[in-house]
């Protein structure tokens, strides 16, 4: 199993630009989730889903979409970069055991984006 | 909402015993999570506590008092490898989403 896997590693932008992160995942995890970190700080999280075509807020939602179009998938979209974009992004999959909240997140590699 | 707090760097040489601490404000509780993160990397999941007491995992231990709002890491028979960020982590008021203490930095001297 690959586990979680995101594209690309790396990426530049200009102000304005727009770009697509792939998050995908091959464990049947119905919880997904987009952090960003930025340095030293800890992970906040962007926008998460519990379920295919289901998505919802988290604390910093501004400037992103999303969409889980299949259980396996949660894309992140910027559709105008800005320089305060600039972060590593993380993505993470969880899953629920006989209905109970999970708590146990397995996390991508992350994507380095610099937003010029 | 939730907030966390850490200590933001612990210092500690090889074949030592470190502790990292975690304090909590949520107005829900399902539990206190930690995640290890080396330089560069991904964070791992090292263990979780729903309930008061501590879980043993190898040489990494997990404490939780409900009570107290507080939770913490025990570290022993450090190793080099051990150096890295370590974060505590709740689920919010729902149980869906995680929210994440702005992390302590080890550092293992030799």
């Known amino acids: 199993n690959a586990g979680v896997t995101q594209t690309p590693k790396f990426r530049v932008l200009k102000t304005g630009q727009s770009m697509t992160l792939l998050c995908a995942q091959d464990?049947?995890?119905?919880?997904m989730y987009w952090y960003r970190q930025d340095p030293g700080m800890g992970l906040r999280l962007i926008h998460y889903?519990?379920?295919?075509?289901?998505?919802a807020k988290g604390e910093v939602p501004d400037g992103y979409n999303v969409s889980r179009l299949k259980k396996q998938n949660f894309l992140l979209g910027l559709e105008s970069a800005a320089p305060s974009q600039t972060s590593v992004y993380f993505c993470?999959?969880?899953?629920?055991?006989?209905?109970?909240?999970?708590?146990?997140?397995?996390f991508g590699p992350g994507t380095r984006l610099t937003v010029t | 909402g939730q907030s966390l707090e850490q200590p933001s760097e612990v210092t500690a040489v090889e074949g030592a015993i470190v502790q990292i601490n975690c304090t909590y404000q949520?107005?829900?509780?399902?539990?206190l999570s930690w995640y290890q993160q080396h330089d560069g990397g991904a964070p791992t999941f090292l263990s979780y506590?729903?309930?008061?007491g501590l879980e043993e995992t190898g040489r990494f231990s997990s404490f939780l008092s409900r009570s107290d709002s507080y939770g913490y890491l025990l570290l022993q028979e450090l190793q080099m490898k051990d150096s890295a960020s370590y974060f505590c982590?709740?689920?919010?008021?729902?149980?869906?989403?995680?929210?994440f203490g702005p992390g302590t930095r080890l550092s293992v001297l030799p």
């Open positions: 889903s519990v379920g295919e075509g289901t998505t």
């Open positions: 506590n729903a309930l008061d």
């Open positions: 949520t107005s829900g509780f399902y539990g």
């Open positions: 993470a999959s969880s899953y629920s055991v006989s209905g109970s909240t999970p708590y146990e997140q397995y």
């Open positions: 982590a709740v689920r919010d008021d729902y149980g869906q989403n995680f929210v």
């Open positions: 464990m049947n995890h119905e919880y």
